[in-house]
C-alpha cells in the first residue's frame, strides 16, 4: 500500500487525505491544531462554496450540514458610483444553490472523519527539519497549508504572480440582528462602489451550528472606505462597519444598525496579496515536496475562488495519484499535474483580477445583467465555473460582441 503525508489540515488538505483513503492508499495528516482547539478558535476564514465543489463534497459524504445551513439561492448586487449613488441594481435567482460553513467547525469535523476512515492524524507544528526528516517515509508528501514558514518554501511564480501588494483591505465579522425586506437566510446581498470598495451580507452557518449572516468589507487601500486595519476587537469592526454603511450606503444602515457579533472571537481583518507559487520545493536533503491549494495559488476573496480552488485542486491530485498506480512521483509528475490544474486555475486568477481591478468595458456587462437577466446568470456562473467567463468577460471586443449577441437573442425572444 502506498503512503502519502500530507502537511496540514485545512479543507485541500482533509479532502485530499479521505479521498485518498477511499482509494485504498496509507495517509497521514500532520495538523499543528486538535479538531477542539480549531473549533474553539478565532475566526479563520470566510468561504462561500459553489456547486460544483458542494457535489465533490456530498461525493465524498463530507456534507454533514446540508439539512440545517442557509442555502444562498438568490442574488441582489446594489452597483454605485463613486459617490456612492445608487446607478443600479441587479437581482438573479441562482441556478443552483451556494453555501457558507464556518471553517472552524468544517476542519474540526472533517479531521475527526477522516480519524474514523481510518487515517493517520499527527498533531505537531512541523518545521523545515521535521518536513526533510520524514519525506523518506511517504511515497508522496503534499504540503498544504496556506500561510507560514513552509510556504514559504515554494518560490514566487513573477510570470503567473500580477500583484506585489494587496488590493483591498478587508474586515469581515459574523453577525445576528439583521434587519430588512431584502434580508433573508436565502440571498447574497451585495453592494459595490466603484473606486471605493465592496461589502457583502452572506448567508452563513457558524461554528456553533446555528444561521447567521457574514458582513464582509473590502477597501480599496488609501480610499474612504478604508478604516479596517488596526482594528482590535469584534466590537470595534461591528461598529467601523455599521458607521461605513451609514455614511456610504445609508439606505441600507437599518438592515445592520441592531447587528451584533455571534461571538468576541468571529471576526478577523487583514490584507492578502494575491500571489502564485511554484508547485515544487526541493528541502535541504535534495528530496522534493509538493505544493497545493493556498500553498500555491493565493486569492484575495473578492471572486470567492480560494476555497472551491482548494477542493477542485485537491479532487485532480487524488485523480492523477490513482493514475499513476506505482510509478514514482517524480518532480515531472509534480509539474505536469499542477500545469494540468493551472489551465483550469488560470481563469479564477484572472476572475479575481478583474474584480480587483475594473476595466471600463466591465460597467457595461453590469449595466447589461441589469437588463438581461441572461446575462446575470452568466456571469454567476463564473462564479462556479470561471472558465466559462472566457473570453467575454475578460476581453473588451469579446464583450462587446458577446453583449451584442445576447441583445439581439433577448429582442427576438
Known amino acids: 500500500?502506498?503512503?502519502?503525508?500530507?502537511?496540514?489540515?485545512?479543507?485541500?488538505?482533509?479532502?485530499?487525505?479521505?479521498?485518498?483513503?477511499?482509494?485504498?492508499?496509507?495517509?497521514?495528516?500532520?495538523?499543528?491544531?486538535?479538531?477542539?482547539?480549531?473549533?474553539?478558535?478565532?475566526?479563520?476564514?470566510?468561504?462561500?462554496?459553489?456547486?460544483?465543489?458542494?457535489?465533490?463534497?456530498?461525493?465524498?459524504?463530507?456534507?454533514?450540514?446540508?439539512?440545517?445551513?442557509?442555502?444562498?439561492?438568490?442574488?441582489?448586487?446594489?452597483?454605485?458610483?463613486?459617490?456612492?449613488?445608487?446607478?443600479?441594481?441587479?437581482?438573479?435567482?441562482?441556478?443552483?444553490?451556494?453555501?457558507?460553513?464556518?471553517?472552524?467547525?468544517?476542519?474540526?469535523?472533517?479531521?475527526?472523519?477522516?480519524?474514523?476512515?481510518?487515517?493517520?492524524?499527527?498533531?505537531?507544528k512541523m518545521t523545515l527539519l521535521d518536513l526533510d526528516e520524514c519525506v523518506h517515509n511517504y511515497d508522496l508528501l503534499v504540503v498544504s497549508v496556506g500561510k507560514g514558514s513552509l510556504s514559504n518554501l515554494f518560490e514566487r511564480d513573477e510570470e503567473k504572480s500580477h500583484h506585489d501588494k494587496p488590493k483591498r483591505h478587508l474586515g469581515t465579522g459574523i453577525y445576528t440582528g439583521l434587519k430588512g425586506d431584502k434580508i433573508d437566510f436565502h440571498t447574497l446581498r451585495a453592494i459595490n462602489i466603484f473606486g471605493v470598495g465592496e461589502i457583502l451580507v452572506v448567508p452563513f452557518y457558524n461554528k456553533d451550528r446555528t444561521p447567521a449572516y457574514i458582513v464582509s468589507a473590502g477597501a480599496y487601500p488609501g480610499g474612504v472606505m478604508d478604516r479596517f486595519l488596526g482594528v482590535q476587537s469584534g466590537q470595534e469592526l461591528a461598529e467601523i462597519t455599521k458607521k461605513t454603511i451609514q455614511e456610504l450606503t445609508p439606505w441600507n444602515y437599518e438592515i445592520v444598525e441592531n447587528m451584533e457579533l455571534t461571538d468576541e472571537k468571529d471576526w478577523l481583518c487583514g490584507a492578502i496579496t494575491p500571489t502564485v507559487r511554484h508547485a515544487i520545493a526541493n528541502l535541504p536533503s535534495g528530496a522534493t515536496v509538493m505544493g497545493i491549494a493556498d500553498t500555491v495559488i493565493l486569492h484575495d476573496?473578492?471572486?470567492?475562488?480560494?476555497?472551491?480552488?482548494?477542493?477542485?485542486?485537491?479532487?485532480?491530485?487524488?485523480?492523477?495519484?490513482?493514475?499513476?498506480?506505482?510509478?514514482?512521483?517524480?518532480?515531472?509528475?509534480?509539474?505536469?499535474?499542477?500545469?494540468?490544474?493551472?489551465?483550469?486555475?488560470q481563469y479564477a486568477n484572472a476572475f479575481a483580477d478583474s474584480m480587483l481591478t475594473p476595466s471600463p468595458h466591465l460597467q457595461d456587462i453590469l449595466g447589461a445583467m441589469a437588463q438581461n437577466p441572461e446575462i446575470a446568470r452568466d456571469f454567476l456562473q463564473g462564479y462556479n465555473h470561471p472558465p466559462s467567463l472566457h473570453p467575454w468577460f475578460f476581453d473588451p471586443e469579446a464583450a462587446k460582441k458577446y453583449l451584442e449577441r445576447k441583445n439581439k437573442q433577448k429582442v427576438a425572444l
Open 1 to 124: 500500500m502506498r503512503r502519502i503525508g500530507i502537511i496540514g489540515a485545512g479543507q485541500a488538505g482533509l479532502y485530499l487525505g479521505i479521498s485518498l483513503l477511499a482509494a485504498g492508499y496509507d495517509v497521514t495528516v500532520f495538523s499543528e491544531h486538535t479538531p477542539e482547539s480549531i473549533l474553539a478558535a478565532k475566526l479563520m476564514s470566510t468561504q462561500i462554496l459553489f456547486p460544483d465543489v458542494l457535489q465533490l463534497e456530498r461525493n465524498l459524504g463530507l456534507n454533514f450540514w446540508d439539512d440545517d445551513c442557509p442555502s444562498c439561492e438568490r442574488t441582489y448586487n446594489e452597483v454605485c458610483d463613486t459617490e456612492g449613488n445608487l446607478a443600479l441594481v441587479i437581482s438573479n435567482i441562482l441556478e443552483k444553490p451556494w453555501q457558507g460553513v464556518d471553517q472552524r467547525l468544517k476542519i474540526s469535523t472533517w479531521m475527526q472523519e477522516f480519524r474514523r476512515r481510518g487515517g493517520e492524524l499527527v498533531i505537531q
Open 301 to 345: 476573496p473578492i471572486a470567492g475562488q480560494g476555497g472551491n480552488n482548494a477542493i477542485k485542486m485537491a479532487h485532480l491530485v487524488t485523480q492523477r495519484i490513482v493514475e499513476h498506480g506505482k510509478l514514482p512521483f517524480d518532480e515531472l509528475w509534480m509539474q505536469s499535474v499542477f500545469a494540468e490544474f493551472w489551465e483550469y486555475a
